[in-house]
C-alpha cells in the first residue's frame, strides 16, 4: 500500500531493553522525521534526516538513535529504553526542503517502558 | 526559535454550533503556519496552512484559519461543528527563512463534540 506506515503500532517493553520502532514511505520523500507526543507537550521533534545517510537531532534527541540507509526507512532505536520514553511516537515524511510543505504523518506506535 | 501556544486544552461544543480554536505563535518573522488533526489512534492529517498571501485560508472539511500579524495568531474556525469533528487539534509553526522543514508544534486542543 502507497503511504507511510509504522510497526509495530503496540510495544510493551522493559527498562533497558533495547526496542527498534520502524517506519516505511512508498513516496521516495527525501526528508523523514521523528516525532513523539506526550500529554501536555504536544509532538516534539526527536531526530530528522534529509536523505539517506543524513541524520541531524531534534528537540529532545537523547536516549535515541536513528539510521537512514535507504531513503524510504527511518528506523528509530531506542538502546537501553527508560520508563520516561513511554509515549507514542509518530513518523513523518515530505518530499523537500521548503518549510510550508506538508508533513505526511504515520500512524503511530504506542511504546509502554515497564 | 519559534514557538507556539495554544491556550485551550479542551473545548466543547454542541453540533452545529460555531467552532474557534486559538493558536499564538512567537517566530522573529512571518512563519509558515498549519493546522493538523489527530482523530483517536490516527496520525496527524493536515487541514490547512498559510504561507503567503490572502490572510484568510481555507481548509478540508469546512475549516477555515485567519492569520492575524498584529496578534500573532493563527485561529482555526468553523461556522457549524459536525460530531465527526471531535479530535485533538494542533498548531504548527515552521520557519520562513533557514531550520528547513521542521515543524514546532502547540500542545494541542482536545475538542469534544456534544450531540
Known amino acids: 500500500d502507497a503511504g507511510i506506515t509504522q510497526s509495530p503500532r503496540y510495544k510493551i517493553t522493559e527498562t533497558g531493553r533495547q526496542v527498534t520502532l520502524m517506519c516505511h514511505q512508498t513516496?521516495?520523500?527525501?526528508?523523514m522525521f521523528w516525532y513523539r507526543q506526550d500529554l501536555g507537550h504536544g509532538l516534539r521533534l526527536i531526530y530528522y534526516?534529509?536523505?539517506?545517510?543524513?541524520?541531524d537531532k531534534g528537540e529532545v534527541p537523547d536516549g535515541y538513535v536513528v539510521s537512514r540507509s535507504k531513503t524510504e526507512n527511518f528506523p528509530l532505536t531506542l538502546e537501553s529504553a527508560t520508563r520516561s520514553q513511554t509515549s507514542v511516537y509518530f513518523c513523518?515524511?515530505?518530499?523537500?526542503?521548503?518549510?510550508?510543505?506538508?508533513?505526511?504523518f504515520g500512524p503511530g506506535t504506542r511504546l509502554t517502558v515497564l | 526559535a519559534q514557538s507556539v501556544t495554544q491556550p485551550d486544552i479542551h473545548i466543547t461544543v454542541s453540533e452545529g454550533a460555531s467552532l474557534e480554536l486559538r493558536c499564538n505563535y512567537s517566530?522573529?518573522?512571518?512563519?509558515?503556519l498549519f493546522w493538523y488533526v489527530q482523530s483517536p489512534g490516527q496520525g496527524l492529517q493536515l487541514l490547512l496552512k498559510?504561507?503567503?498571501?490572502?490572510?484568510l485560508v481555507q481548509g478540508i472539511k469546512g475549516f477555515e484559519a485567519e492569520f492575524k500579524r498584529s496578534q500573532s495568531s493563527f485561529n482555526l474556525r468553523k461556522p457549524s461543528v459536525h460530531w465527526s469533528d471531535a479530535a485533538e487539534y494542533f498548531c504548527?509553526?515552521?520557519?520562513?527563512?533557514?531550520?528547513?522543514?521542521?515543524?514546532?508544534f502547540g500542545t494541542g486542543t482536545q475538542l469534544k463534540v456534544e450531540l
Open positions: 534526516s534529509a536523505a539517506a545517510d543524513i541524520t
Open positions: 504548527a509553526v515552521a520557519p520562513s527563512a533557514g531550520g528547513g522543514n521542521k515543524l514546532t
Open positions: 517566530y522573529g518573522a512571518t512563519p509558515y
Open positions: 498559510y504561507f503567503s498571501g490572502d490572510t
Open positions: 513523518a515524511s515530505t518530499p523537500r526542503l521548503a518549510s510550508y510543505n506538508e508533513q505526511f
Open positions: 513516496w521516495s520523500h527525501s526528508y
